[in-house]
């Protein structure tokens, strides 16, 4: 079969860059999808993408659908025909369905009972006749941020400019939003005209020559390719940013790195601010030297060619000169500030409005720190520097330099603190208690910077829950369950030996005290329980623990995170021992028959009757006073394992349920107490053992 | 190029793509888009193509002439064209052709920006323009105004005129910008930018400015119950511009300012309404009246 190629290039305005890439792959995506629903065999699919076009080929695409034998079944043979062999009206009625005759019909086999049958040819129809369609493929792509432009009611990342959708060197004619297919292309908006592509294959070249490069790929080695260049001639490092490289990638048609400078004084300003303000700002690639400092150049990335480079980069410095001269004035403003004054400023910030300032969060972060350092048994010096950094954390947000960077809050606070001679700790901490900032950020290192940040965390997410402001779906706008996530993380690799349903309780209390929303305490408190249980769940799905583990430990009756978490490994670890199955089931057995229990938890051994009875309840003794000595969550699970050949005996030999009623008290007394101990390591019959 | 000869090339520029050439209008105003010509304008189905230079006073900014890029009143070259035609960015790129910004010698691009103003009920899609990475325009394709979806969709073009003559005079401070022969922004602007400065941080009187905000908001409802848009939007912009002086002189209290804001929003969603309601009456006569051109 004669196979040929397609092409289809939707032209538009500039799309926003961070939209061009994954637009790219979802036409990829649904390219294929259609040519598998529509049965058109094919080889390669190569994707394409500039600011202003998307493009898909697909390499030998058949020139039909492929022909189809299909078998059809029809009524069974003792109805198709009467036993003299003549054909029945369902049997003609079933051959014309078919558009066939009688003549056609054989019988066959289907689980012993014959039927009649007919071979049916559907002729494929030629591809020609279904790519047309390719329109409402187009069409379909989804963004994240949708408009229209003139009359169109057509919803689209940006307007649609242009189309080519070629077979082979045939137009697949169709119109969309108001455009009419063709083979016509556009070049580069300065350096290019309008171009006709003759065919797939020569689209890349064809675009080309119009300073084009149509492939990401080939751009993106252009560009890296341009940083080595700069980087040998001027013996400079230029560190790729993989976000702001691929984020340039998609600004530029036909890129051109080329270099700029900077005044030297600049390089007093903070690194950070150095390269917020190339990269965040202007999407430059700062430059460093061998050892790793800033040095006063940046180089950019045109969308052109090397002609006027001069020119250029002087635009280019002009610019940064104007960004770096007001940063450089904001930075030495702020250095004249004093933290109270700056603090007085916070009163003026609505944080939420009915949440109320952020003077007043900072009051409460304040309070609820100074709560969680006693409950940690933080030292004085700590609990001091908790209580000034927990004051100070938000200072900076008023600073000028954060009005202008906002990504800097914290960064510029820890410096400013430190210049304006606040301890050591309580600087790292104005800058730590934002951690972790992302999925993937480091806890706070510090036991301030733990806290302060804990504090601050717990405040926002109580006081959201308190006004009604509850993440549901994708909607979740200021980010709790990151934020949440944030708590329990740093809760477990501090080792915080403090239960969540306290931590959470303080940050009640105080919340509550601002008089912030309207909800009952208990209410706060169990809608908060409920939102922090599901964070460690994830947070301990992400681990690799087992479903059924998670249950367990999460539902066990208190102790802290570090126990849950511990508690789980510790399953883990051992679900693969021998007796592991046995080990659960005979604890299990304990804790189940315990639920029979009816309050009374005085145990007499006088009362017991068989050796069994009395050996588990010796063992208990002993694990009674061993339990409080071991500190591990693996000591506690060995302690109990060791029950199992006794918990066994048990209840070999003991009917718990006894006639006696006092008998039957006193078992289910001593059931009850052993469970209490089960239970404090996990709900172990929530563990699934095969 | 000078200032003014930079504003006459592009009112030629506009004026030769079919934009009626309008004057700035005669109240105070933050931005180009507050101006009737582009707020009103923007609603409702009938066509509109207009270009007209702004002042636009941004009390906040105001540094007693002092700052070499902050200024309380800066220019605007402000573009409308409704329905957005299919190739304004070509017309936009002549336009800069035009003021002697040869593309090839220098970078162009078209950078994501979108645009929202929620106090008018306003959202747009489109960009910033940088010239070799410094912003010179906002390009917006506006698809909400004053609460009510734009069909057709308007596109906004809004020059930041020294900006860009900074660009094309080379100059670092904007009050050496030449304006015209002899006159640069300094002897045209300077003292005016001292005073409004004083008088907005110093010696304005945030009593008497809450009592006009109070006054202007209920004319304003006033003049829109007897269905006269546009006497009704003149004291919305009065309430915008003073609730500006006011927040600059920090003489409103957090809790205070989502009020006003509410306020305000509210004023410029009905406004938006009342004018639509209005132009529905008189029987939308522009677009009318293209349609007769069209049978001709």
């Known amino acids: ?210 300073f084009v490069i149509a492939s990401p790929d080939e751009r993106r080695s252009m560009i890296l390719e341009g940083l080595k260049t700069l980087e040998q001639e001027n013996s400079w490092i230029i560190p790729v940013d993989e976000s702001l490289l691929e984020e340039v990638n998609n600004l530029v048609e036909y890129p051109t790195a080329l270099a700029g400078s900077f005044n030297e004084e600049f390089l007093a300003l903070p690194e950070e601010v ?11 690639f700062p430059v460093k030297n061998a050892e790793g400092t800033l040095l006063p150049y940046f180089v950019t990335v045109r969308n052109g060619n090397n002609h006027a480079m001069v020119k250029v980069a002087r635009g280019n410095e002009k610019v940064l000169r104007a960004r770096l001269a007001d940063a450089d004035f904001f930075y030495k403003e702020d250095q004249k500030a004093d933290i109270d004054d700056l603090l007085k400023k916070l009163e003026k910030i609505v944080y939420h409005e009915k949440i109320g300032t952020l003077s007043e969060k900072v009051a409460r972060i304040r309070r609820i720190a100074s709560a969680l350092g006693v409950l940690t048994n933080a030292s004085e010096d700590v609990k001091a520097s908790t209580d000034r950094a927990a004051q100070i954390c938000k200072f900076d947000l008023v600073t000028l330099m954060v009005y202008e960077f906002p990504e800097l809050q914290g960064v510029m606070g820890e410096k400013y603190a430190r210049q304006k001679g606040e301890k050591e700790e309580v600087a790292v901490a104005v800058n730590e208690h934002y951690k ?25 997410i109580t006081a959201c829950f308190a006004v009604g402001i509850i993440p549901t779906g994708s909607q979740d706008p200021y ?17 915080w030996n ?27 408190h169990e809608e908060l329980t409920a939102f922090f249980a599901l964070r460690v769940k994830h947070i301990l799905q992400e681990k690799g623990i087992r479903y059924d583990i998670i249950d367990a430990v999460l539902a066990k009756n208190s102790g802290t995170l570090k126990e849950t978490d511990e508690a789980a490994s510790v399953l883990m670890k051992h679900k693969e021992d021998a007796g592991f199955k046995e080990t659960m089931e005979a604890l299990s057995r304990v804790v189940n028959i315990s639920k029979k229990a009816e309050g009374n938890r005085d145990v007499d051994p006088a009362l017991f009757e068989n050796e069994a009875e009395k050996q588990l309840y010796s063992a208990y003794a002993a694990l009674e006073s061993a339990w409080q000595q071991v500190d591990s969550m693996n000591a506690r699970y060995e302690l109990l394992a060791r029950l199992k050949p006794m918990i066994e005996q048990y209840f070999e030999n003991t009917m718990v349920m006894a006639e006696d ?23 172990v019959p929530a563990v699934m053992v095969k | 190029m000078n200032i003014q000869e930079m504003i006459l090339t592009l009112q030629k520029h506009w004026s030769d793509q079919g934009c009626i050439l309008m004057q700035a209008y005669d109240v105070e105003k933050g931005a180009g888009t507050m101006s009737p010509y582009t707020f009103l304008r923007a609603i409702g189905p009938e066509p509109w193509n207009v270009a007209y230079v702004e002042p636009s006073r941004r009390p906040a900014d105001g540094r007693y002439g002092e700052n070499p890029n902050r200024l309380y009143q800066h220019h605007q070259f402000q573009v409308i064209m409704k329905p957005s035609p299919d190739n304004i960015q070509e017309l936009y790129l002549d336009s800069l052709k035009a003021l002697g910004i040869d593309p090839l010698e220098h970078d162009i691009r078209f950078v994501e920006d979108n645009w929202e103003n929620p106090s008018l009920g306003c959202a747009g899609l489109g960009w910033e323009v940088w010239l070799d990475g410094m912003e010179i325009t906002q390009f917006t394709y506006f698809q909400q105004v004053g609460g009510l979806e734009c069909k057709p969709v308007s596109v906004e073009i809004t020059y930041g005129i020294e900006r860009l003559a900074s660009y094309i005079q080379d100059k ?72 500006n002086v006011l927040d600059a002189r920090g003489a409103i209290s957090v809790t205070e300012r989502t009020a006003y804001i509410g306020r305000m929003r509210n004023l410029a969603r009905q406004v938006a309404k009342t004018f639509y309601d209005e132009r529905e009456k008189l029987g939308f006569p522009i677009l009318n009246r293209k349609g007769d051109e069209t049978h001709d």
């Not at chain 1, 229209?148 to 400019?161: A, L």
């Open chain 1, 1 to 210: 079969m004669i196979k040929q190629d397609i092409l289809l290039e939707i032209g538009l305005e500039e799309m926003p860059a961070r939209f061009v890439t994954q637009s790219m792959n979802q036409l990829g995506e649904k390219v294929r999808k259609f040519l598998t629903e529509q049965n058109i065999e094919h080889g390669d699919v190569q994707l394409y993408s500039t600011p202003r076009r998307l493009a898909v080929i697909v390499k030998d695409a058949a020139e039909a659908q492929a022909d189809v034998n299909e078998e059809a079944k029809g009524p069974a043979k003792k109805i198709a025909q009467s036993e003299d062999g003549e054909w029945s009206k369902a049997a003609i009625g079933f051959a014309k369905g078919q558009g066939m005759s009688v003549d056609d019909i054989f019988f066959k086999e289907v689980n012993g009972v014959e039927y009649a049958h007919v071979n049916k040819f559907v002729k494929g129809r030629q591809t020609a006749e279904l790519l047309p369609a390719l329109k409402d493929v187009a069409l379909s792509l989804t963004f994240g941020k949708n408009m229209r432009w003139g009359s169109s009611e057509i919803r689209y990342v940006r307007p649609i400019k242009w189309v080519i959708a070629l077979f082979g060197k045939e137009v697949i004619p169709f119109e969309m939003a108001g455009v009419q297919s063709g083979n016509e292309t556009k070049g580069h908006r300065f350096l290019g005209t309008t171009a006709s592509v003759a065919d797939a294959s020569s689209y890349q070249e064809t675009l080309k020559k119009q």
């Open chain 1, 479 to 495: 980010a709790l369950r990151r934020q949440a996530a944030g708590v329990v993380q740093t809760m477990m690799e501090h080792e």
């Open chain 1, 661 to 683: 009623e006092k008998v039957k008290q006193n078992r289910l007394a001593f059931m009850s107490r052993l469970a209490a101990y089960i239970l404090e390591f996990a709900d």
């Open chain 2, 172 to 243: 670092e401070n904007v009050f050496e910008l030449e304006w015209t022969n002899g006159f640069t922004v300094h002897d045209i602007f300077y003292q005016p930018e001292f005073e409004h400065s004083t008088y907005t941080f110093k010696t304005s009187d945030p009593d008497m400015l809450f009592n006009l905000f109070g006054v202007y908001e209920k004319e304003a409802k006033r003049q829109m119950d007897e269905g006269l848009v546009h006497p009704a939007y003149d004291y919305v912009l009065k309430c915008s511009h003073v609730f």
């Open chain 1, 498 to 524: 403090v239960p969540l349903a306290d931590v959470i309780q303080v940050a009640v209390e105080e919340v509550l005290k601002d008089n912030i929303g309207g909800k009952e305490a208990d209410t706060l």
């Open chain 1, 274 to 284: 150095l390269i917020t303000s190339m990269k965040e700002h202007q999407r430059y």
């Open chain 1, 436 to 460: 972790p900032r992302f999925a993937e950020d480091t806890v706070p290192s510090t036991e301030t910077g733990a806290l302060v940040s804990l504090a601050d965390k717990l405040d926002t």
